[in-house]
């Protein structure tokens, strides 16, 4: 049994050693401390990680499917090759985090702070993309944009092939 601890008192019991590859979804999460969690190959899809302390947390190939993440911390993330498609992630900070390969079509994303994130081979297709912070994050021609969106307006880099 693994427990996920929380700033509400309500703590997450969660069957299992740990955290990787775990059924995690349809919880209740919010304002969970899981920085630096290895949350790798889980799915907690439709779960509610609201004001979460995701900082530093491995999240990559997780499925994150309608995920509520509103207000979390998670500079310096990993969500590469993540399925955040539909998430909710209005007003998170996501500094530095890498979400290579990661799929948010259509996550909610109005005022998320994606500053210096790796968006290299990312699904962008995002609602509400034109209200994120974007300033100094890297894509490469494998990511994917709202048709239109100019991306390099909003401060994104462009990682050239090597």
């Known amino acids: 049994m693994t427990i996920i601890r929380c ?8 069957a299992g050693e740990s955290l990787a590859g775990a059924d995690i979804s349809d919880r209740n999460l919010h304002r969970a401390l899981l920085e630096d969690a290895d949350l790798s190959n889980a799915d907690l899809s439709r779960s509610t990680l609201r004001s979460a302390r995701v900082d530093g947390a491995n999240f990559a190939d997780a499925v994150l499917v309608d995920t509520n993440f509103a207000a979390a911390e998670g500079s310096g993330a990993n969500f590469s090759g993540a399925n955040l498609s539909g998430a909710l992630l209005r007003s998170a900070g996501f500094q530095r985090a890498n979400f290579s390969r990661a799929n948010l079509s259509g996550a ?3 005022s998320t702070d994606f500053e210096g994130a790796n968006l290299c081979g990312a699904d962008m297709r995002c609602e509400e993309l034109d209200r994120a ?7 490469d021609g494998q990511t994917t944009w709202p048709q239109n969106f100019d991306f390099a307006s909003r401060g994104v880099k462009t990682r050239l092939p090597s």
């Open 108 to 110: 909610k994303v109005a």
């Open 7 to 14: 700033e509400t008192g309500d703590d997450v019991e969660v």
């Open 133 to 139: 912070i974007l300033t100094n994050a890297i894509a």
